[in-house]
């Protein structure tokens, strides 16, 4: 059901007033986060109406246009949760016992309880099968063992890959249900004290988090690949059989690692006696429906000289109160906003449009960004010049980044700028130093944030940046609060004013480049060095790259930036390289995803791998694999082609 306009007026009446002019001693940066934090603000309940409001006004009072841009999107919002375990088949004595109920559309609606978004609905009985990390080769060993997976309960660990490709890949080999867990010693009490008394994760807590199918579509499911309606609008969507079938077809829940340390001890007795307490069985009951709700994006604008634009962006909402996922990123950029403001207001105007994106829903699957974008595609793509992404931005002040190559250098020049926390050092000396002897490089962003659809799916060059150091256990939890943030991931708050300052500069530099920053050329050299390091790995499939085919290619990537670099003269309006290279049918399988240069792994989710349209090629046997290096060294060629031709 849609939200109401009086539903966001009543909402604001648990706007605390007065609470930033009591802090004045502190760095604006705590005043922001304390009042940020002051209520969880889940997407479509009435604490992230709030959060966009309090965003919006800091945005205004900071000098920027703001737009609330509303979306009606699917949202998977829990009503009800029943956990119950049970040994020996014995449903009289419950080793665990667990009722939770949750309304959204209480103001406030509080603490959600621990649960797996998109999760389906319905009741599950069944024995439990532990199923290590939820990988393919985990239920492939299970089911090598004689392991009958059909109607069991598989518990999974969180890491290696996406929480929803772990659930899929269950659903996928006969399991009825999955339970998620924290392996203790990764985050939990084998790390250090738990909270409060430290940063990590008590053995009765659990991580929460979304089981979409991001790796193929991201973004509200009925509306894949074009922009959701606005409330009240008539819009075309997927009917709710299609929906359906893209989502999980099995209740899922996380559990804290008690409980799972409980089902493995039990199954291990089990087994080892074959007389003991017998089978561990799990009743599971889960009601989250999954409904049309209302979202809010806070859209804030600083014109420029031209049309062009320059983006950065983070999302709003949480899973709980979200002081470091992604109350760092929100304030972060909120500092840079109050930043670039105040010099707009002693007369800068920058050469390109700065925009600010504040997402709701990326907790659910990246859906606030990706409807925005979608909706705005036609003018992105023409216009967008890169897009700059904070998330958990900070919990330290050691800088890293993931990008797009063609970033590094302008990034670096910025770095360079930036003052670190340790006297006579810069934040670009800092992260060379990580480095070693080698100069930095980036990672390629995969999925996970709301980088994903600029990069993934218009080919807006992106940086993904964070300032980290403090690690703790708080992931998509009720203690990822601001008193976490305060005592453990940055005291005195250095990090997020360090975060705000690098943002800022960054954008300005941005803003006043020609080119957004990106630079052709570098974008050409890093790509054929990156089809050199394919061609060098040790693949999976039968048929791979290899020296001579991944050389090919490389040195088409060669070429190419030598073209670009003889060329005279500022780039031309119009497609980056990344664009010019997009797949506009997409990539094998999923037309959602555009970039042929890498691509989230489908089994990994959150990781990149390198170019997605060889490997799928690869898959299919080697005469596939050369006619698609051929396909893509001559599209490269023909590139290098047109920089000879032109005039610039």
Wanted: aromatic residues 8%; negative net charge.
């Amino acid at each position: 059901m849609v939200r109401s306009l009086l539903r966001v007026i009543a909402a604001l009446a648990f706007f605390p007033s007065g609470l930033l002019a009591s802090q004045d001693s502190a760095p604006p940066s705590r005043a922001l986060l304390l009042e940020l934090t002051a209520q969880p603000r889940m997407a479509g309940t009435s604490g992230s109406e709030r959060a966009a409001r309090f965003v919006g006004g800091v945005l205004e009072g900071a000098g920027w246009s703001v737009e609330y841009d509303d979306r009606e999107v699917m949202l998977s919002m829990l009503r009800k949760i029943d956990f119950l375990v049970y040994a020996d088949g014995n449903s009289q004595a419950a080793l665990v016992e667990r009722h939770e109920r949750f309304d959204p559309d209480a103001i406030p609606a509080g603490d959600v309880p621990a649960y797996s978004a998109w999760s389906a609905s319905g009741r599950v009985r069944g024995p439990v099968v532990d199923a290590g990390y939820g990988l393919r080769a985990d239920f492939e060993r299970l089911s090598g063992q004689g392991v009958a997976l059909a109607g069991t309960v598989a518990l999974v660990r969180y890491g290696k890959s996406y929480r929803g490709v772990k659930v899929d890949l269950a659903s996928e080999f006969g399991c009825a249900a999955v339970l998620l867990f924290n392996d203790p010693a990764e985050d939990g009490p084998a790390k250090g004290p738990t909270w409060p008394d430290g940063p990590w994760k008590p053995d009765t807590v659990a991580q929460r988090g979304s089981i979409s199918p991001m790796a193929r579509a991201p973004g509200d499911p009925t509306t894949p690949g074009f922009g959701s309606p606005r409330p009240g609008e008539r819009a075309a969507r997927l009917s709710l059989a299609e929906v359906e079938r893209s989502l999980p077809r099995v209740p899922c829940i996380p559990i804290g690692s008690r409980e799972a340390l409980l089902l493995i001890d039990g199954m291990k007795r089990a087994d080892s006696s074959g007389i003991g307490p017998g089978p561990i069985e799990v009743d599971l009951t889960v009601d989250a429906p999954r409904e049309l709700r209302a979202i809010v994006n806070v859209i804030a604008t600083l014109p420029g000289q031209d049309s062009q634009l320059v983006l950065a962006g983070n999302h709003r909402d949480a899973w709980v109160r979200g002081a470091h996922d992604a109350g760092s990123g929100t304030v972060a950029l909120l500092r840079a906003a109050q930043a670039l403001g105040q010099r707009a207001k002693n007369g800068w105007k920058p050469l390109h449009t700065l925009v600010l994106g504040f997402w709701d829903a990326e907790e659910f699957g990246l859906i606030g960004s990706t409807e925005w974008a979608e909706a705005n595609a036609a003018n992105l793509k023409r216009e967008a010049l890169v897009y700059i992404n904070a998330d958990a931005a900070v919990s330290g002040t050691n800088f890293s980044a993931s990008g797009t190559p063609g970033l590094m250098n302008s990034l670096l020049a910025v770095l360079d700028s930036v003052p670190a926390p340790a006297e006579g050092t810069t934040l670009g000396s800092q992260w060379r130093a990580g480095f070693k002897d080698r100069p930095p490089t980036f990672n390629l962003p995969g999925s996970g944030s709301d980088f994903a659809v600029f990069l993934h799916h218009l080919s807006v060059p992106v940086i993904d940046f964070g300032f980290g150091g403090n690690p703790g256990g708080q992931y998509h939890t009720q203690f990822d609060d601001f008193p976490m943030v305060e005592r453990h991931l940055d005291p005195g708050f250095v990090g997020h004013e360090l975060a705000g300052s690098f943002v800022a500069q960054l954008l300005a530099a941005y803003a006043d480049s020609p080119s957004g920053g990106f630079d052709d050329a570098e974008a050409a050299r890093s790509l054929g060095e990156i089809a050199r390091d394919a061609g060098r790995e040790n693949a999976a499939e039968k048929y791979w790259l290899g020296e001579r085919r991944s050389e090919r290619l490389a040195r088409a990537f060669d070429d190419l930036a030598s073209a670009i670099e003889a060329s005279a003269g500022a780039p031309a309006r119009g497609p980056r390289l990344l664009g010019a290279l997009a797949e506009e049918k997409g990539l094998p399988g999923r037309p959602w995803y555009r970039n042929a240069l890498w691509a989230p792994g489908l089994e990994t989710g959150y990781s990149s791998e390198t170019l997605p349209t060889l490997r799928a090629a690869a898959r299919r046997g080697e005469a596939f694999l050369e006619a698609e290096v051929a396909r893509l060294a001559e599209r490269v060629a023909a590139l290098t082609s047109a920089w000879n031709k032109s005039d610039r």
